[in-house]
């Protein structure tokens, strides 16, 4: 299949046809085209695109295209097998060498990449260490490098590989080859960083738009999460594949179990557990619908299930990059999907002291800090979430209200916190300058609304000017002020125990000379429960991708499909995407040679799966199937949170002649 453009110039229409006839689209999309022709044309490229957006078109089609056989550089050792079965299964000549194999298995591929049997090779970073490698690469004509996952050469990205560091090789042992560097995303930081280390410092850079607007965007406020998330799939998301993020181990594997207890199959998947288990929770997801996997960030990178329809997060992630990269794995194939997130107070506390706590230098501490205020500004942002996410990789929303977050869905209210502010930092101030003690938020808290615990008895906190000023407010709308004030960086938490200290920026709110805007909490409890507005937009998203009529043969065809792909052992998605399906349950094509025009259906998936189809239609309908029509069988310290300030007069509030009675 390599060249089809023969030893002469590779033309634009050859990308084109090979489009059309591997990988059954009419179309690029999006920047696709640009990005082929130019590493079609011998160019390197630095390529940002989020996933889904058909990052490996970018490198796959250029493989075939051109003279010889692309390599891959892939830190997936496990989805490998996969890759390779999905390529295999579109004609495509695919093969993989790592550490999985035996040494006969690798001496078979290496024989058929040296004999340029092989139109895509995989390859493992740390592979290219090897002299041996080096030396089999050597022996061959390469088409192509492609660089995939690149943000792992970022040391301060969240999936660091150093393996990755020594990858700039490559350009200097074969400066002829193009090579394509590939991320679904990364800030202009990281870009920077990955075309230094990779050294590619001429390559050509292009920047896909980062919107999903298949998938909403959701936070809600964390009440008894595993209910909140319980409630959420049962309501929306019955049946349906997807993934739960959980920041530790324990909570990942009660969260699995309570999920299973309440009728919905769910899996572990964390570092913890022995790499057999692993992959066989990798392996049932990837192969069976409708399961729910349950991971720490150890799951998730080069996952290219198509359906799945959710991804939610019971605790906060580090950075907006690795939340946008961890939801980016939902609705891959463009059909509406959900990221729902529960968040709450001691999410921000809990990751401050991570920070505070963990390992590093002071720079890696500023930064990590740095990139949990991006994160806390997304999660209580009263503006549309989407523009946000955009703003934060320098791209620009395309309207101010994108109509698929819940903030845009249910615009929050806002409320002037100033006073409720001023009685919070009064409070750590009287407890600091008066009594040489902090505490946490919940005594904070307590001491607030006057309650009269055991705790606050046995320090005399009873006896504060400050005891019961804010009677006003709920305990769970205290705690939303304060973690809103943890994320504006008007207050800090510090040590083990998560006590509560001032900022730098806390002096301008007690002076009154600062404004503090919150988002005002709600009064019932919350739920996991999309709101009407939310349900019928994504109801009538649903609706437009599939007729009703269409449904039950929708379903014959996912039938057909799973016992197809148990058969061959491979995912579902591997035969037809839930997408192609769809088209096909709504046009009811009555001929193999109808399919043609069906999006996702090349030449050899038509020739080994059409009259299989053909014939699941033809029996919907009540009609005789195609003669000769069968199965289908195929061929083959917290910098953001400042000094523990000295408290001094001037930080004390500046009431004027309005000034309260606990103020003095």
Request: charged share 25%; with cysteine.
């Amino acid at each position: 299949m390599n060249g089809i453009g023969g030893m002469g110039e590779v033309t634009e229409s050859d990308a084109l046809r090979t489009l059309h006839r591997v990988f059954g689209y009419d179309a690029f999309r999006g920047e696709q085209e640009a990005i082929i022709e130019h590493v079609v044309g011998g160019g390197d490229a630095v390529v940002l695109m989020p996933t889904g957006g058909g990052k490996s078109l970018c490198y796959q089609i250029p493989a075939l295209v051109r003279q010889g056989t692309g390599v891959v550089i892939s830190p997936l050792i496990a989805l490998m097998q996969d890759q390779v079965d999905a390529l295999r299964a579109l004609g495509v000549r695919a093969g993989f060498i790592n550490s999985t194999q035996d040494f006969d298995e690798r001496r078979v591929m290496e024989a058929e990449f040296l004999a340029g049997e092989l139109d895509v090779l995989y390859l493992a970073p740390e592979r290219l260490r090897l002299d041996s490698t080096l030396e089999l690469l050597g022996r061959a004509k390469i088409s192509v490098f492609a660089i995939d996952e690149a943000h792992c050469v970022a040391q301060w990205g969240h999936d660091f590989r150093p393996d990755y560091l020594a990858l700039s090789l490559l350009g200097q042992r074969w400066p002829d080859v193009p090579r394509i560097a590939l991320t679904a995303t990364a800030t202009h930081a990281t870009h920077r960083e990955i075309t230094e280390r990779l050294g590619m410092p001429d390559a050509k850079h292009f920047v896909a738009s980062f919107d999903r607007p298949n998938i909403q965007y959701r936070i809600v406020p964390k009440a008894e999460p595993k209910k909140q998330l319980l409630s959420f799939l049962k309501e929306e998301h019955t049946g349906d594949a997807g993934i739960v993020y959980c920041l530790s181990r324990n909570s990942v594997e009660k969260t699995a179990e309570f999920l299973c207890k309440n009728g919905i199959e769910a899996v572990p998947y964390h570092a913890g557990l022995d790499a057999g288990t692993r992959a066989a929770h990798q392996s049932r997801f990837l192969r069976e619908e409708g399961l729910v996997v349950c991971a720490t960030i150890a799951f998730g990178m080069g996952i290219d299930k198509p359906d799945v329809r959710f991804v939610a997060h019971l605790d906060l992630p580090k950075s907006v990059e690795g939340y946008y990269q961890e939801t980016g794995r939902a609705g891959r194939d463009g059909l509406p999907s959900t990221a729902w997130m529960a968040y709450g107070l001691q999410d921000v506390v809990q990751q401050r002291k991570l920070i505070q706590g963990g390992e590093g230098d002071e720079a890696f501490r500023r930064r990590a800090a740095s990139h949990l205020d991006s994160m806390l500004a997304l999660c209580e942002t009263a503006q549309c979430r989407r523009a946000q996410l955009l703003t934060y990789f320098g791209q620009e929303a395309a309207a101010q209200s994108c109509g698929n977050c819940d903030t845009c869905l249910t615009p929050p209210e806002t409320w002037d916190g100033t006073v409720a502010a001023q009685k919070v930092l009064s409070t750590v101030v009287r407890l600091q300058r008066e009594r040489g003690q902090k505490f946490g938020t919940g005594q904070i808290i307590d001491i607030l609304l006057g309650k009269k615990t055991a705790k606050v008895i046995q320090f005399d906190h009873d006896q504060l000017s400050v005891f019961g000023i804010g009677e006003e407010l709920a305990e769970a709308e205290w705690r939303g002020v304060v973690r809103q004030l943890l994320a504006q960086g008007l207050i800090a938490v510090e040590g083990e125990y998560g006590t509560l200290v001032l900022t730098e920026t806390s002096g301008s709110v007690l002076n009154r000379e600062r404004e503090v805007r919150l988002r005002k909490e709600p009064k019932r409890a919350p739920a996991a429960r999309a709101s009407k507005s939310e349900r019928k937009a994504k109801s009538a998203a649903a609706a437009a991708e599939l007729p009703q009529e269409a449904v039950p043969l929708f379903e014959a065809l996912r039938a057909w499909r799973a016992a197809q792909a148990k058969e061959q052992g491979v995912p579902a998605y591997v035969i037809f995407h839930d997408a192609t399906l769809r088209e096909i349950a709504t046009l009811r094509p009555a001929a193999v040679a109808d399919l043609a025009g069906i999006s996702g259906v090349g030449e050899k998936k038509r020739a080994t799966y059409g009259e299989g189809v053909v014939e699941v239609v033809a029996e919907f309908l009540g009609g005789a199937p195609a003669a000769g029509a069968g199965g289908g069988a195929p061929a083959g310290a917290d910098a953001s949170a400042g000094p523990d300030l000295p408290l001094t007069d001037d930080m004390e509030p500046d009431w004027g002649d309005e000034e309260p009675d606990w103020a003095s």
